[in-house]
């Protein structure tokens, strides 16, 4: 089975913070994403990787950078972080194949005071 | 571009009555579709999919979905709900690139009243 697994549940910032959120999948999967997902909002992509030290922009990356350095391992970073990025932040992988789902992690809920 | 509207972001519904959750997309290519359940404090897992071939999916747990092209629509239904189904449902559609791009609706909560 699948497993992404998202390095903190829960997390508390203070605004201006560098904040690293880390995400690890164990099935080799090429393609990584980084969600955010607010109420009424659903979810919204920041940014997906499709290999590594490769990275491309989802459609709200204002505010955010990523980094993968190994297959394994996609990494949302928060420069200086700001209320307004509270939120439910998801990470997701899945393999190259046409018809492969996502596969999510449990989520890190940040919290920016 | 595409897009997935879920016009009710909230269900309540008695214990084994039947539900209907909608869901319409737009796209101006073929796309796969998805539904997608989010049991509380968990990520998100695939309820079942359409690729191609017979327009209705079924899944494991009694939930069925049906493609229809003319309508753009991807209604997810069960003809009796129980307790455990309470939780959120994204509709979400992809095109058919490599890279997997997926976009959500804003999901609808099933509230499955005892």
């Known amino acids: 089975d699948v497993k992404v697994t998202q390095s903190s549940r829960y997390l508390v910032k203070r605004t201006g913070e560098k904040v690293f959120l880390e995400c690890v999948q164990d099935?080799?999967?090429?393609?990584m994403f980084w969600y955010r997902q607010d109420p009424g909002l659903g979810l919204r992509l920041i940014y997906f990787s499709y290999d590594v030290k490769m990275k491309e922009k989802g459609d709200i990356p204002e505010g955010y950078s990523v980094s993968r350095e190994k297959k394994e391992r996609f990494s949302l970073i928060l420069e200086s972080a700001s209320t307004n990025q509270t939120s439910m932040y998801l990470c997701a992988s899945t393999s190259s194949s046409y018809n492969s789902p996502l596969h999510f992690g449990n989520g890190t809920r940040l919290t920016v005071t | 571009a595409q897009s997935v509207t879920q016009l009710d972001s909230q269900v309540p519904v008695f214990e084994e009555a039947p539900v209907e959750l909608r869901c319409n997309y737009s796209?101006?290519?073929?796309?796969?579709l998805f539904w997608y359940v989010q049991y509380p404090n968990q990520g998100l897992q695939l309820l079942l999919k359409y690729l191609s071939g017979s327009t209705l999916v079924e899944s494991i747990n009694g939930f069925e979905a049906e493609f229809n092209k003319s309508q753009t629509s991807f209604h997810l239904r069960k003809p009796s709900v129980h307790i455990s189904d309470t939780a959120e449902y994204f509709c979400?559609?992809?095109?058919?690139?490599?890279?997997?791009?997926?976009?959500f609706g804003t999901g609808t909560k099933l509230q499955v009243i005892p």
């Open positions: 796209s101006s290519v073929s796309v796969y």
């Open positions: 979400a559609v992809s095109d058919l690139r490599g890279y997997q791009k997926v976009t």
């Open positions: 099935m080799d999967h090429e393609n």
